[in-house]
């Protein structure tokens, strides 16, 4: 029945939960983008000049705009048929099973949670309640990384053999990715992008993995790792290497070399930025820009086309969790000094992004924060 119900509608309609800097400059904004069947209805936040504003500029009814106590009553309103949930990594469980529990559709922000067994419990609890469950992984739509793949996939590298990767800010004092408490930490935030794009280019799972993880003298990291470095070995002998830091310049780029040849993506996991590709093979280069562009409108789109036909969501629960678990033993890793099996293996290894999902849309205008800072800062 949920599902006629929802084939007779053509618009999801959504709250956004949580107002912070990524819900400011890119998942508000990105409804503009998204209304062939996406419509943002409701916002939760517990301030009231977030409400206030917010509500005005994106044309929410003031009656629509809800505190974190007034969730519940949200959504049982029938307002909203989906959420997308942007809070803190530690309350994306809560928050999701709630929504399931009610019927409401989830599109919630990586990592998906901060244990793979809270990962666990939402994907039974959205399938349970015939919702639903989509993992915010906005690359798996974006046109670079898309094509990327592609390349790895069409046999001109040869038999792919190493991955590396440096995902590295300045994240200023303070802020919800330094508090563990919140689920902080560098790889549950930035090096769970180079743990993805290692596992999507090469088409499988770890099988081992090793960390270190290294703090300097600064206060900002009493809670938090500063830097980890990581190895996860991958069946047919394949590695794949990457940084995460908190306290570096800003960098972001990863690198697959094959047998034959390599590519290499700068800016690989920027929201904001243009990404080039670099292919060398037999000692020919090619590079090739590609320009900004809206990220999550993409997502929007797709999850919005999932739930209206019924049909699963890429990417999946499963992949949140997929990261969730290797997240967990490289913290493992880097507390015991010793490499940690990843057993037993995934039952199902999540479906792969593949070249035909990519949406475009243009590049949206930042706008003015309301209450939210920047959470890195320029050195």
């Not at 809070?87 to 409401?104: D, F, K, Q, V, W």
């Amino acid at each position: 029945m949920k599902e006629q119900v929802a084939a007779a509608k053509s618009t999801v309609r959504y709250a956004v939960v949580g107002l912070g800097y990524i819900s400011q400059i890119a998942v508000l904004p990105a409804f503009a983008h998204a209304k062939k069947n996406s419509r943002l209805t409701a916002l939760v936040s517990d301030d009231p000049i977030k409400l206030k504003k917010l509500g005005r500029k994106y044309h929410v009814d003031p009656q629509r705009c809800y505190s974190y106590d007034d969730y519940d009553a949200l959504l049982g309103s029938g307002a909203i048929d989906a959420v997308y949930i942007a809070l803190p990594n530690s309350m994306h469980c809560e928050y999701t099973l709630r929504a399931a529990r009610a019927g409401i559709h989830v599109l919630c922000e990586k990592p998906m949670a901060v244990t793979s067994e809270d990962c666990q419990r939402m994907i039974r609890t959205a399938k349970e309640f015939d919702v639903r469950l989509m993992i915010a992984y906005r690359l798996h739509f974006e046109q670079t990384n898309l094509k990327a793949v592609q390349i790895a996939r069409s046999g001109r590298l040869g038999d792919l053999r190493f991955f590396q990767s440096v995902f590295s800010m300045q994240v200023k004092e303070g802020d919800i990715r330094l508090q563990r408490p919140l689920g902080g930490g560098t790889l549950y935030d930035i090096g769970i992008y180079c743990i993805n794009a290692a596992r999507y280019l090469f088409r499988d799972e770890p099988v081992e993995v090793c960390a270190m993880s290294a703090n300097s003298d600064d206060e900002r990291f009493r809670e938090v790792d500063e830097t980890t470095g990581a190895i996860m070995v991958f069946p047919g002998g394949r590695l794949a290497s990457f940084t995460s830091s908190f306290g570096s310049a800003d960098t972001a780029h990863y690198r697959i070399v094959g047998a034959k040849g390599d590519l290499s993506v700068d800016a690989a996991y920027e929201l904001a930025e243009k990404m080039q590709l670099t292919v060398t093979i037999k000692g020919k280069t090619t590079k090739k820009s590609f320009p900004r562009r809206d990220q999550f409108a993409p997502e929007l789109l797709h999850f919005s086309s999932c739930v209206l036909k019924g049909e699963p969501p890429q990417p999946s629960g499963e992949e949140g969790f997929a990261d969730v678990r290797i997240i967990e033993a490289l913290y493992e890793s880097a507390r015991s000094g010793e490499c940690v099996e990843l057993r037993p293996p995934l039952k199902a290894p999540p479906a792969r992004p593949r070249p035909e999902q990519e949406i475009r849309r243009p590049a949206v205008r930042r706008p003015a924060l309301v209450h939210a800072d920047e959470p890195t800062m320029r050195v």
